[in-house]
């Protein structure tokens, strides 16, 4: 099957770059068949399609195409379109396509769906901006990734959310803006979705489409309000502890300088331990006194 559908046809050939997929000559009489699957995966802009639809609409007249034939030629456009065609199994994105992906596809196309990822025009300054705040010198690709171009922004994104301490997760003591930011950002979303409507959404933007135009004013604002939220959202936890030390320097009328009030508390808490019968008075106590503890928290 490699020799006749993808070799003779010129699908996989080597040019100046090394090996790779390329769409078929016009005369290998496979090339209207590739164009067919080109269209399906490119006019999925939208929303995802489900490949069985590919599969139905392949196997009909005028094409006819041999049920065992189309995943093989789907790889390859999939392969040709790897930076631009979002692969999903069961409606969740695919970061990386492996064989496993491929012997399910063989089983049950229905369970997979493709989507083109459209970054032109404005979305392309939008992706540049964002990249120059996101992306991280030297960052290594995962190999065989799919859709580098979004996921060397979306990636990032994701993991700041997901390195979040659990009080900047669930807290409200943001800005709307930024409360918009972080709650987008916890949802499982489509990664051209993200970047271009619920992001630019949560910074009280409208939706960037693809065919847009601007002088370049759209995109700059959207990098500075995400900068500005992100920022707010990374430091939240570090506002709450510093506002907890000044409320403890507070409340306690320690006298010494604030970076010397953890000791202070602690000679204090050390003639209280093992006194205190209140259980969150006795944590406070024991944390208080204990010389290891760097950070207090109240219970």
Not at 118 to 125: A, I, K, T
């Amino acid at each position: 099957m490699y020799y006749s559908v993808l070799s003779e046809t010129g699908i996989h050939r080597q040019d100046k770059d090394g090996w790779g997929f390329h769409p078929p000559s016009e005369t290998s009489g496979i090339s209207q068949i590739w164009q067919a699957i080109d269209d399906f995966c490119l006019k999925a802009k939208n929303q995802i399609q489900s490949v069985d639809k590919l599969y139905t609409f392949l196997a009909a007249p005028p094409y006819g195409v041999k049920r065992g034939v189309i995943p093989v030629l789907l790889a390859a456009v999939l392969l040709y379109h790897v930076d631009d065609i979002g692969v999903y199994k069961d409606g969740v994105f695919i970061p990386v396509l492996g064989a496993e992906h491929f012997e399910l596809l063989l089983k049950d196309a229905s369970r997979f769906a493709v989507k083109y990822f459209e970054v032109v025009g404005l979305r392309s300054q939008v992706f540049k901006e964002l990249e120059s705040i996101l992306r991280k010198k030297d960052a290594a690709t995962t190999p065989g990734a799919r859709n580098t171009t979004l996921l060397v922004v979306v990636k990032p994104l994701f993991q700041f959310v997901k390195k979040l301490p659990a009080y900047t997760s669930k807290t409200r003591r943001l800005s709307n803006e930024a409360l918009a930011v972080l709650q987008t950002l916890q949802k499982a979303q489509e990664p051209d979705e993200l970047l271009f409507t619920s992001l630019p959404l949560a910074c009280g933007l409208n939706p960037i489409f693809a065919d847009q135009e601007d002088d370049g004013t759209i995109a700059k604002t959207l990098r500075k309000k995400l900068f500005t939220a992100l920022h707010e959202i990374q430091t939240a936890y570090d506002s709450l502890l510093s506002e907890c030390q000044v409320l403890l320097h507070t409340a306690f009328a320690v006298r010494s300088e604030e970076n010397k009030l953890r000791e202070d508390l602690r000679v204090r808490a050390s003639y209280l331990s093992g006194q205190v019968l209140e259980h969150r008075v006795r944590s406070f106590v024991l944390a208080a006194a204990n010389q290891k503890c760097q950070r207090y928290r109240m219970a």
